[in-house]
């Protein structure tokens, strides 16, 4: 079974329908939904959703929703724990390239899991050793 690691943006983009997702990506959310894929969710992406549904970039039944996905009886949607693993592989995260903390932690965590990573954040985009679907 394919799987991959989510952004915050492709995540909720998914999750509110907006059409700024490109169909690859949405596809493969769809997968997840079917039973088909498992979506890696690094839980920095949760901790972010709280954070922009508090600044009201998006309404707050979508930290709801995001629990809701992760909580039920399923193994398409998957938390990865920023753990000792992930933080190992933080520190080869090139700070000058992905100077966001949250941005370093998702790529990290894709990194640790040897997965791809669906993203358009364009500093994760040009890291050199990491599978980016966008």
Known sequence: MPEYVSDT?????????????PATVRSI????????????IPSICLVEIIYLVEKAR???????QVIEL????????VVIPLSSDVIRVLQEVDRNIVPEMPDRII?????????????????????????VIW
Do not use: C, Q
């Open 9 to 21: 943006h492709a995540l909720t983009w998914y999750l509110t329908n907006d059409a700024r997702l």
């Open 29 to 40: 959310f769809e997968g997840a939904d079917n039973g088909e894929n498992v979506i890696w």
């Open 58 to 64: 998006y309404p707050e039944h979508l930290i709801r």
């Open 70 to 77: 992760v909580d039920e009886s399923t193994d398409n949607y």
């Open 107 to 131: 790529a990290a965590s894709a990194k640790y899991l040897e997965l791809p990573l669906l993203s358009a954040d364009k500093a994760i985009t040009s890291l050199p050793d990491l599978t």
